[in-house]
């Protein structure tokens, strides 16, 4: 029901969901963060957030993500959050949450009340975790805000990415995950820098850190899974349907789309602190400036959005030749594939590994063959693939 | 379905709490093409209206039936279906006992002396 209705607001070009880029600035230094922090340009104003707050219900945005940064330096959040809640959106809260705690904490509850706040775990001992947000103390700060969070009633998630720093904590992060009772989920590849900057591929995962993140969530997907019998429970009982982790506009989300491979410009826009609106997070082209610009024009007249709305159809006929399994394990990213090489619709080295990880995993007895020609010459396009 | 409010049986005094209910203070909803989005935040459960079902909440919300009354909704569905009013209100008062029971209604607690009465039609913004 959920993912047929995400999937309606991609197909008809219905703006659902948002991503605030609050501000760059932030209170860790994570050595692999995304962010351009060399971008200028004039921050958007109180004003113009209510104003744009204001904008999105009109179109019938839903779901909103206050991020950065780290969204809580931003000298205003409160107001702006509390205008979100006001404005009847299901606010996800990314955050590093080092500030989230006292009186703070509490006013987010009480003025913004998110539905979810997203916080990041790097690592299972302090250690991993401080080494890689270079704050001393960042880790038992988090377990400590973490605990006061869950008590104040705050839904909490952990988002956290493989590094060659943390690989060898996999097991002992989902752990710890398991007894603070707050699920995690560990992307698997480091991004490049948004200007390009492709420095923080130097702490990538290996190879085989992917392979074990891969076979230790299998391993979890399969011990968590439902009896048969709990299955036909949940079917017979019907009505509402969880939520939980279906509030972003992730590919995941969906399990079958017909026509695009996902709602990047299509059902969903992210916009820095100046006021640029890009197609996704990941996808980094510009389509406008609401310094410039209401969004819905630019919404409605953006030549790129147009253009990244045919892409996300030309990446579906593509994968679609590939079959289904590869394109499920290879979970591609245009904007990432962009990031890469500048070609969207090309197969990037992060995807390749993806797939070989999944295969090794789904099947051992073939896991010290090469399967995937990782670290070959150029970057073939998406139906040329070699062996994806 | 999620039960965690009370059931509702047909007795006039229960019909009337129900006939002015408000929106659940943890409940978010919007449009989307022609059906209503409609978010439990608690629960972590999403339910999806139909055209009429949205119509009806997007009412509640705006205070419409404090205002105006069931009446008001009533005769204004009435122009657009061929039942009777008396099939009509007992297929809204139904509903909004089956939103009640999903917890996205709430009842409206009885205003008291003093208490300042909601104009007509006026959002529920911080209510929500």
């Known amino acids: ?388 | 379905m999620n039960q965690d409010q009370s059931t509702h049986g047909s007795s006039t005094a229960e019909a009337s709490t129900a006939a002015h209910p408000r929106l659940g203070a943890d409940v978010r909803y919007r449009r989307l093409a022609g059906e209503t989005v409609v978010v439990r935040q608690q629960a972590g459960e999403v339910l999806v209206l139909d055209e009429i079902g949205g119509r009806i909440l997007e009412w509640v919300d705006r205070g419409v039936m404090q205002g105006r009354g069931l009446g008001h909704l009533i005769a204004s569905l009435q122009q657009e279906f061929d039942v009777s009013s008396q099939q009509l209100e007992a297929d809204v008062r139904e509903f909004l006992h089956q939103l009640q029971d999903a917890g996205v209604l709430e009842p409206r607690r009885e205003a008291r002396r003093g208490d300042v009465e909601e104009p007509p039609g006026a959002p529920q913004g911080g209510e929500r």
Request: with cysteine; charged share 25%.
């Open chain 1, 1 to 388: 029901m959920w993912s047929q209705l995400i999937r309606r607001s991609w197909e008809e070009n219905r703006l659902f969901s948002v991503l605030l880029e609050l501000t760059y600035r932030c209170n860790w230094d994570c050595a692999f963060c995304y962010n351009d922090l060399g971008l200028r340009g004039t921050p958007l104003s109180l004003g113009q957030y209510f104003d744009l707050l204001d904008e999105l219900r009109e179109l019938g945005v839903l779901n909103l993500v206050l991020t950065g940064g780290e969204p809580l330096a931003h000298p205003e959040f409160l107001e702006i959050g509390e205008r979100a809640r006001e404005g009847g959106f299901v606010i996800r809260l990314k955050s590093n949450a080092h500030a989230l705690r006292g009186r703070l904490a509490r006013e987010v509850k009480e003025r913004v009340d998110p539905f979810v706040v997203e916080v990041s775990l790097h690592g299972a001992t302090a250690e991993v975790h401080d080494r890689q947000t270079r704050v001393p103390g960042s880790f038992e700060r988090l377990l400590a805000n973490l605990a006061e969070l869950r008590s104040l009633g705050f839904r909490l998630k952990m988002n956290s990415v493989l590094t060659i720093w943390n690989q060898h904590q996999i097991a002992d992060m989902f752990a710890l995950a398991d007894r603070l009772g707050v699920p995690l989920q560990i992307e698997p590849e480091v991004s490049p820098r948004d200007d390009g900057d492709r420095s923080p591929l130097d702490l990538s995962p290996t190879q085989e850190g992917i392979r074990e993140l891969f076979s230790i969530v299998a391993e979890r997907t399969r011990a968590a899974a439902p009896s048969p019998a709990g299955r036909a429970g949940e079917a017979a009982a019907g009505g509402a349907e969880p939520i939980a982790e279906q509030a972003s506009t992730d590919r995941t989300e969906v399990d079958a789309v017909p026509r695009k491979h996902c709602g990047a410009g299509s059902s969903a826009v992210a916009i820095d602190p100046f006021g640029n609106v890009y197609p996704c997070v990941q996808w980094r082209r510009a389509a406008g400036n609401l310094h410039h610009r209401p969004l819905a024009e630019i919404w409605r007249r953006s030549p790129v959005l147009e253009e990244v709305r045919e892409l996300t159809v030309e990446v579906t006929r593509r994968l679609d030749g590939l079959g289904a399994d590869v394109a499920r394990r290879m979970a591609f990213c245009p904007g990432a594939a962009e990031q890469a090489g500048g070609d969207p619709l090309a197969v990037y080295p992060a995807a390749r590994q993806r797939v070989a990880a999944h295969r090794a995993v789904e099947r051992p007895a073939v896991r010290s063959l090469p399967i995937v020609g990782v670290g070959s010459a150029g970057q073939p396009s998406v139906a040329k693939a070699p062996g994806a």
